[in-house]
């Protein structure tokens, strides 16, 4: 290699008829000029390495990363740091309002410091979509989304009111407000570009569209050809700071699909049984690239399916390269010709327009295959979404579940509570719950025969309009929800759950009263193409009315059930079930009533609601009957593909899309009314609940601090095995007579207006105080009990883990946190990290992590290590009695350090357990030793800033 020259002499000119010139950095002219065998190179990593070419020469790129990059090593590739810069940032509300308020923070800090506050400014678009606040509180009504959009602006006005300042004090942030779609169906059929076009002083520039967003499905848009992931938000702000972002060169796995999908079998179907199998191959930290002819064959809302649960399992993507069915999706969903011509011709000049076919074509670190006609309807739980169970086997599935020890991951339940039912009768109002009051939650005795069966049966004399009883019971199905990203932005499974629904109103059916039924699509297209094709009356029928364009069910904004049937199903301790077309099914995470959850297709969705219940066999048991008595069956109303043919192709009309996309105020005249501050500081009020100034730059420098020993240290908390974020980060309703709900009292905010925590990631005062306090938290440190409670020590007396951390830091006492494998699996919150941090965790200590957690905790100067050796954590038998210490934490310490945990016991014995420093790269070992991101950045923008005043 000829060194930069060489790099830069790459640049080419490409004519595009009635446009003009462009230049850009080709990838073929590079592997002529000798750089390696590029053509070779997965797609993914040559967008990465096309962002290397573009900056190399910059302080954070040098011609050895470029070619370290283009001369990857499959099957050996060198661990070295890629400085990638992204094209643009997205951000969801959730996510998007903690990091804003992080950004007005740092310019607080720099009022303080007597440096002009502007210099704290995005350097690329961002994208902010208001999607994750809206709750199901009104359901199966006509007005039921007016209803919940109003419910929506009245409880979130303040943080509205600064989401809206943030428009107007930050230049490139574009905010999408309520009521318009979820950020990544947005994304896919709006905000992504295919190409960007750089105006320069020497030309216009073309370069990929790359997103780095604040959501773990961010992966949805890999679907597009268009490479993007997830990242904390604390990574999101660096980035958009014009921080790169680093990552470890990659293995890539190659994903082959062949044959086609058989009749009656749906993209959420195969996507469940990708999620099983790549659990199974291990690819957390790796790229998955699918290709062959199956993949080819897919149609891109299908690719966006299999792309959105790349966090399920467990890749940083799930890519699809770019090809002319990609070209196709962008013309369908209404983006200008202009830019149609550009994205062509600059992939066709990459030699990039095309997904591989054949075995041999790219080097892969590994190949995996999968025949498409092997693929089964299936659903996934009913706690984790990579657990799959073919739908012909769930009704006996359930059952083990039932039956298996609370400690083999069972519900632990005897032959005599399984036949426990709750009788049930009708009410007419359907708003704020279902439709039924219990009657008195009295128990069904069961008869002598339903105890030798083992399995319910439901009683003939006393059966509902569809066939099945008015009564609830182990099993019952009381949440069904159309929701989320992962199939509402899929038209082929949204028109099957409309042409079902309607096969079932024409044969007489119905839904259970204790079903609350809902339908969030990804976006107003969606209800567009329903309505046109007559479908969406039908879903009215069965209860699935619009109740609102947001993630809702999938993250637990469920909205509530009636308060007597929460009676019912905890005074019986009932295992009742959700069903939902979602990607996310972790404990507790739908609702804290419903134990078990099952993700599964929007059409199995409502067959599921009309059954009313899990424990129900599709081939061998009606979903109902008509009013002759006839039987029912999910096979005489399943759509046929012909069927869902034929109204596919209204369903892509790009008018539509230009229409519904055209003006975001007109379509929300709401946000419009919402009045703002305006100014480059935003003015705090400690009077407001939901937006604070947090603490992590009170006491800003612009020197690192040193940091402190970790000695004599207690564990705030032993955890197992799968731990997420929903265990760890504040989620859900919040608890009255929790430490958060407690502190909300004490402000004078009634109950009915907590909100949930996700509404109030801004305020670091409510979030720290939910910090591991989710219901189902187990803490080994107090078997048998499940929940945010914690021993303090040495006094063993047991209490919130909020108060304990509270009580250890008045002690001075730091604090650990240890667990088994994959832990802080799950959604990319930030506040699984940031609320550690402000608790006085100082090290996380766990078999595995999962990767966008571990880099939060890095970035919030939490150190996390795994154990080495092949230690697991049950064999150091901890009973929070011992003290921790890591030598050495005050020290620099290096990427894939290898420390030291040494556990003193309450006998004086000591036991040292060799760990690994799992700071990954060099950026993030500056990010822990300067404390975090967050001033990391500031110390760099001050430096700059001060270097060129």
Same mark, same amino acid.
């Given at each position: 290699?000829?060194?930069?020259?060489?790099?830069?002499?790459?640049?080419?000119?490409?004519?595009?008829?009635?446009?003009?010139?462009?230049?850009?950095?080709?990838?073929?002219?590079?592997?002529?000029?000798?750089?390696?065998?590029?053509?070779?190179?997965?797609?993914?990593?040559?967008?990465?390495?096309?962002?290397?070419?573009?900056?190399?020469?910059?302080?954070?790129?040098?011609?050895?990363?470029?070619?370290?990059?283009?001369?990857?090593?499959?099957?050996?590739?060198?661990?070295?740091?890629?400085?990638?810069?992204?094209?643009?940032?997205?951000?969801?509300?959730?996510?998007?309002?903690?990091?804003?308020?992080?950004?007005?923070?740092?310019?607080?800090a720099l009022g303080r410091l007597g440096r002009a506050p502007s210099w704290v400014e995005p350097e690329v678009p961002v994208d902010l979509v208001i999607d994750h606040s809206v709750q199901v509180d009104v359901f199966g009504k006509p007005e039921a989304m007016a209803r919940?959009?109003?419910?929506?602006?009245?409880?979130?006005?303040?943080?509205?009111?600064?989401?809206?300042?943030?428009?107007?004090?930050?230049?490139?942030?574009?905010?999408?407000?309520?009521?318009?779609?979820?950020?990544?169906?947005?994304?896919?059929?709006?905000?992504?570009?295919?190409?960007?076009?750089?105006?320069?002083?020497?030309?216009?520039?073309?370069?990929?569209?790359?997103?780095?967003?604040?959501?773990?499905?961010?992966?949805?848009?890999?679907?597009?050809?268009?490479?993007?992931?997830?990242?904390?938000?604390?990574?999101?702000?660096?980035?958009?700071?014009?921080?790169?972002?680093?990552?470890?060169?990659?293995?890539?796995?190659?994903?082959?699909?062949?044959?086609?999908?058989?009749?009656?079998?749906?993209?959420?179907?195969?996507?469940?049984?990708?999620?099983?199998?790549?659990?199974?191959?291990?690819?957390?930290?790796?790229?998955?690239?699918?290709?062959?002819?199956?993949?080819?064959?897919?149609?891109?809302?299908?690719?966006?399916?299999?792309?959105?649960?790349?966090?399920?399992?467990?890749?940083?993507?799930?890519?699809?390269?770019?090809?002319? =069915?990609?070209? $196709?999706?962008?013309?369908?969903?209404?983006?200008?010709?202009?830019?149609?011509?550009?994205?062509?011709?600059?992939?066709?000049?990459?030699?990039?327009?095309?997904?591989?076919?054949?075995?041999?074509?790219?080097?892969?670190?590994?190949?995996?295959?999968?025949?498409?006609?092997?693929?089964?309807?299936?659903?996934?739980?009913?706690?984790?979404?990579?657990?799959?169970?073919?739908?012909?086997?769930?009704?006996?599935?359930?059952?083990?579940?039932?039956?298996?020890?609370?400690?083999?991951?069972?519900?632990?339940?005897?032959?005599?509570?399984?036949?426990?039912?709750?009788?049930?009768?009708?009410?007419?109002?359907?708003?704020?719950?279902?439709?039924?009051?219990?009657?008195?939650?009295?128990?069904?005795?069961?008869?002598? #025969?339903?105890?030798?069966?083992?399995?319910?049966?439901?009683?003939?004399?006393?059966?509902?309009?569809?066939?099945?009883?008015?009564?609830?019971?182990?099993?019952?199905?009381?949440?069904?929800?159309?929701?989320?990203?992962?199939?509402?932005?899929?038209?082929?499974?949204?028109?099957?759950?409309?042409?079902?629904?309607?096969?079932?109103?024409?044969?007489?059916?119905?839904?259970?009263?204790?079903?609350?039924? $809902?339908?969030?699509?990804? $976006?107003?297209?969606?209800?567009?193409?329903?309505?046109?094709?007559?479908?969406?009356?039908?879903?009215?029928?069965?209860?699935?009315?619009?109740?609102?364009?947001?993630?809702?069910?999938?993250?637990?904004?469920?909205?509530?059930?009636?308060?007597?049937?929460?009676?019912?199903?905890?005074?019986?301790?009932?295992?009742?079930?959700?069903?939902?077309?979602?990607?996310?099914?972790? =404990?507790?995470?739908?609702?804290?009533?419903?134990?078990?959850?099952?993700?599964?297709?929007?059409?199995?969705?409502?067959?599921?609601?009309?059954?009313?219940?899990?424990?129900?066999?599709? =081939?061998?048991?009606?979903?109902?009957?008509?009013?002759?008595?006839?039987?029912?069956?999910?096979?005489?109303?399943?759509?046929?593909?012909?069927?869902?043919? =034929?109204?596919?192709? $209204?369903?892509?009309?790009?008018?539509?899309?230009?229409?519904?996309?055209?003006?975001?105020?007109?379509?929300?005249?709401?946000?419009?009314?919402?009045?703002?501050?305006?100014?480059?500081?935003?003015?705090?009020?400690?009077?407001?609940?939901?937006?604070?100034?947090?603490?992590?730059?009170?006491?800003? #420098?612009?020197?690192?601090?040193?940091?402190?020993?970790?000695?004599?240290?207690?564990?705030?908390?032993?955890?197992?095995?799968?731990?997420?974020?929903?265990?760890?980060?504040?989620?859900?309703?919040?608890?009255?007579?929790?430490?958060?709900?407690?502190?909300?009292?004490?402000?004078?905010?009634?109950?009915?207006?907590?909100?949930?925590?996700?509404?109030?990631?801004?305020?670091?005062?409510?979030?720290v105080r939910g910090t591991f306090a989710n219901v189902r938290l187990r803490n080994l440190l107090v078997p048998g009990i499940e929940g945010g409670v914690t021993r303090h020590m040495p006094d063993g007396a047991v209490m919130s883990i909020y108060d304990a951390a509270m009580?250890?830091?008045?002690?001075?006492?730091?604090?650990?946190?240890?667990?088994?494998?994959?832990?802080?699996?799950?959604?990319?919150?930030?506040?699984?990290?940031?609320?550690?941090?402000?608790?006085?965790?100082?090290?996380?200590?766990?078999?595995?992590?999962?990767?966008?957690?571990?880099?939060?905790?890095?970035?919030?100067?939490?150190?996390?290590?795994?154990?080495?050796?092949?230690?697991?954590?049950?064999?150091?038998?901890?009973?929070?009695?011992?003290?921790?210490?890591?030598?050495?934490?005050?020290?620099?310490? #290096?990427?894939?350090?290898?420390? #030291?945990?040494?556990?003193?016991?309450?006998?004086?014995?000591?036991?040292?357990?060799?760990?690994?420093?799992?700071?990954?790269?060099?950026?993030?070992?500056?990010?822990?030793?300067?404390?975090?991101?967050?001033?990391?950045?500031?110390?760099?923008?001050?430096?700059?800033?001060?270097?060129?005043?």
């Open positions: 290699m000829q060194g930069r020259s060489t790099i830069r002499d790459c640049l080419r000119i490409l004519e595009i008829p009635g446009l003009g010139e462009f230049r850009f950095f080709s990838l073929p002219i590079l592997e002529e000029a000798g750089l390696g065998p590029i053509r070779k190179l997965p797609i993914s990593l040559r967008i990465f390495l096309e962002s290397l070419v573009r900056f190399c020469g910059t302080s954070a790129v040098d011609e050895k990363d470029v070619e370290a990059l283009a001369r990857w090593d499959a099957k050996n590739p060198v661990r070295r740091e890629i400085p990638l810069r992204v094209a643009r940032i997205l951000l969801q509300d959730f996510t998007g309002v903690p990091l804003l308020v992080d950004l007005a923070a740092m310019r607080s919940n959009l109003e419910w929506e602006f009245t409880r979130n006005h303040d943080r509205y009111a600064f989401l809206k300042w943030g428009e107007g004090a930050f230049r490139r942030l574009r905010i999408v407000p309520p009521g318009i779609g979820i950020c990544h169906q947005v994304n896919l059929e709006y905000l992504a570009k295919g190409v960007f076009v750089q105006e320069e002083k020497d030309g216009r520039v073309l370069y990929p569209d790359t997103v780095l967003g604040t959501d773990s499905h961010t992966t949805m848009i890999n679907g597009l050809g268009v490479v993007g992931w997830g990242v904390g938000g604390i990574e999101a702000e660096a980035a958009m700071l014009g921080e790169p972002y680093y990552l470890l060169t990659p293995d890539v796995v190659g994903v082959h699909l062949t044959g086609s999908l058989a009749a009656g079998v749906t993209a959420t179907d195969l996507v469940l049984r990708i999620t099983e199998k790549l659990r199974q191959v291990g690819v957390v930290n790796k790229i998955v690239e699918f290709f062959g002819p199956g993949a080819s064959s897919l149609t891109v809302p299908d690719r966006a399916t299999l792309a959105n649960m790349a966090p399920e399992y467990g890749a940083t993507m799930g890519y699809f390269p770019f090809d002319r =069915e990609s070209l $196709s999706y962008l013309r369908r969903s209404g983006r200008p010709r202009e830019q149609l011509a550009v994205v062509e011709r600059y992939y066709a000049s990459q030699g990039m327009f095309q997904i591989p076919q054949e075995v041999g074509e790219i080097d892969y670190s590994e190949i995996v295959e999968l025949p498409l006609d092997e693929v089964e309807p299936s659903v996934a739980g009913p706690r984790r979404p990579q657990d799959r169970i073919v739908l012909r086997s769930l009704k006996d599935a359930f059952y083990r579940l039932l039956t298996r020890p609370s400690d083999q991951g069972g519900y632990g339940k005897t032959s005599e509570e399984l036949a426990v039912r709750v009788r049930v009768k009708r009410r007419s109002d359907g708003e704020g719950g279902p439709r039924f009051e219990p009657n008195g939650s009295e128990p069904i005795s069961p008869s002598e #025969s339903e105890l030798r069966d083992l399995r319910p049966t439901p009683d003939p004399v006393q059966l509902s309009s569809n066939g099945f009883p008015e009564e609830i019971g182990h099993g019952s199905v009381v949440i069904a929800a159309i929701t989320s990203c992962t199939n509402t932005s899929n038209p082929s499974v949204m028109l099957a759950a409309g042409l079902l629904a309607k096969k079932a109103v024409e044969r007489g059916l119905s839904v259970p009263a204790h079903v609350k039924t $809902s339908l969030a699509p990804g $976006s107003r297209v969606v209800s567009d193409y329903l309505e046109r094709a007559g479908l969406q009356g039908f879903l009215d029928r069965l209860g699935f009315n619009l109740v609102g364009y947001g993630c809702t069910t999938c993250i637990g904004n469920s909205g509530p059930l009636s308060a007597p049937l929460e009676e019912a199903i905890g005074s019986h301790q009932l295992v009742v079930a959700a069903v939902l077309s979602g990607n996310r099914n972790f =404990e507790a995470r739908i609702h804290a009533a419903v134990r078990a959850n099952f993700l599964m297709s929007p059409p199995l969705v409502v067959a599921f609601a009309l059954a009313g219940r899990v424990d129900w066999d599709p =081939e061998t048991e009606p979903l109902g009957q008509e009013a002759n008595g006839r039987p029912v069956f999910l096979r005489d109303i399943w759509p046929s593909a012909q069927e869902i043919a =034929e109204l596919l192709a $209204s369903a892509m009309d790009p008018e539509s899309f230009v229409r519904l996309y055209a003006n975001f105020i007109e379509l929300n005249p709401q946000w419009k009314e919402i009045a703002a501050p305006t100014g480059e500081i935003y003015a705090w009020d400690a009077n407001n609940s939901y937006i604070q100034e947090p603490p992590f730059l009170e006491d800003f #420098s612009l020197e690192a601090p040193a940091r402190r020993p970790c000695a004599g240290a207690r564990a705030l908390c032993v955890l197992g095995d799968s731990v997420t974020t929903d265990h760890i980060s504040p989620a859900g309703a919040i608890k009255a007579d929790g430490p958060a709900g407690r502190y909300l009292r004490e402000l004078g905010i009634r109950r009915e207006d907590f909100n949930s925590y996700g509404s109030r990631r801004g305020n670091d005062r409510v979030m009580k250890y830091r008045e002690e001075g006492v730091p604090l650990v946190v240890l667990a088994g494998r994959e832990y802080g699996t799950g959604s990319s919150r930030d506040w699984a990290a940031k609320g550690s941090a402000l608790l006085g965790v100082r090290a996380v200590i766990a078999e595995s992590f999962e990767r966008i957690h571990r880099g939060n905790l890095v970035g919030m100067g939490v150190l996390p290590c795994t154990f080495r050796g092949n230690i697991a954590l049950p064999e150091l038998s901890l009973d929070g009695s011992e003290t921790f210490e890591i030598p050495g934490f005050e020290s620099d310490l #290096s990427p894939g350090q290898e420390l #030291s945990l040494r556990i003193r016991r309450q006998d004086g014995s000591v036991r040292e357990v060799p760990i690994l420093c799992r700071i990954d790269t060099p950026a993030e070992a500056d990010y822990f030793r300067h404390g975090g991101i967050l001033p990391y950045v500031l110390r760099r923008i001050v430096a700059r800033e001060d270097k060129t005043a």
